[in-house]
């Protein structure tokens, strides 16, 4: 089977994630058991960005119980194949592997070091496959069954969670503030700003929204630099992207601690439609983004002193 194109591997990416935003479902709304664990079934290795925003998508349009993926020719290695009339019906998914080449001139002769042995360089390969979710094929639940999230009690979900939060604030030099009935990130102040915890219906969804706001913090000057407050980002457009990163920060910080949280900016659902028609890519951009802020919040709270699995330190809410 031929596999696609990088382009039509966006497109194909960007048509999923069009129908599930249309189907009014946010691919990124319950992360833990989705976006998260998108996984090769196969190899266990979880896919990230960009494709596990559009399995999760897929996923969640089409039904499918798990979060689990194979090639063709992985189903059959694991003793099942692809199911007649699911053929058509492959995902492609995009990879990247760094890779070595023998360095060349202008005339493509291969440029020697002292020794007189080919120089190399390193280059980014990337490349598409098809894969279908393990619904598709015939292969034994038994062959996939590790590598399903094991579901951590609340209690023990709880208690990682605001170690961690209180870790980020600690390790990190914005400040916090349990005010209002609107959670905000303000950048001139560098604060972010969050209700008291009794103004939330559920207690996943106070988790998620720091999670929101300090994927918004980490745009600031003195972080990753986003252009925050800024004359090019005080438009409609600018604030969307910023949300959707921020969003989805959230989503991935969300989905390692299995919190569930939900679209916080259902407004922008239109604008990020139309954007991701005009640009196959716009989400693509948006994840790359986010998992930088993620990847920042993270080095945040071990900064702060998080260590997973350690006793509870209770939040310092203030009254
Ligand atoms: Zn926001």
């Known amino acids: 089977m031929r596999n696609p194109s990088v382009n039509s591997t966006y497109e194909a990416q960007a048509e999923a994630l069009l129908a599930s935003i249309k189907a009014g479902v946010a691919p990124w709304a319950k992360p833990w058991q989705s976006l998260g664990a998108q ?6 290795r979880l896919y990230n960005g960009g494709n596990a925003l559009y399995l999760a998508a897929v996923q969640a349009v089409e039904g499918y119980d798990h979060p689990l993926w194979l090639t063709w020719r992985q189903a059959s290695k694991l003793g099942g194949h692809v199911k007649q009339g699911e053929w058509k019906n492959g995902r492609p998914v995009l990879w990247f592997r760094l890779d070595e080449k023998v360095k060349t001139d202008e005339n493509g002769e291969p440029v020697l070091d002292n020794n007189g042995d080919p120089k190399t360089v390193n280059f980014w390969r990337s490349g598409c ?3 279908y979710n393990v619904a598709q094929t015939t292969v034994e639940t038994k062959k996939y069954q590790r590598l399903l999230p094991e579901v951590m009690p609340e209690h023990k979900r709880n208690t990682e969670v605001e170690n961690f939060l209180a870790a ?4 990190s030099t914005f400040t916090q503030q349990y005010t209002g009935d609107r959670a905000c ?5 560098d604060e972010v700003r969050i209700p008291p915890a009794k103004l939330y219906k559920a207690i996943e ?3 998620a929204t720091h999670l ?5 913090a980490t745009g600031h000057k003195s972080r990753l630099a986003r252009g925050l407050g800024e004359s090019a980002f005080v438009n409609r457009e600018g604030y969307a992207e ?3 990163v921020a ?3 959230a989503a991935f910080l969300g989905a390692e601690f299995q919190i569930d949280g939900r679209c916080q900016h259902a407004e922008y659902l239109g604008h990020w439609f139309k954007a991701l028609e005009n640009d196959t890519r716009y989400f693509y951009k948006a994840a790359g983004k986010a998992k930088k802020a993620a990847a920042w919040i993270k080095k945040a709270a071990s900064r702060g002193g998080y260590k997973p699995g350690e006793q509870p330190q209770p939040m310092k809410e203030a009254a």
């Open 247 to 249: 969003e989805l920060t």
């Open 168 to 171: 980020v604030v600690e390790g």
């Open 242 to 244: 910023e949300e959707l």
């Open 39 to 44: 996984r090769n079934a196969a190899t266990g």
């Open 205 to 207: 969804e106070f988790y």
């Open 185 to 189: 990130y303000i950048p001139a102040l």
């Open 129 to 131: 496959s098809t894969v």
């Open 212 to 216: 929101h706001e300090y994927g918004h």
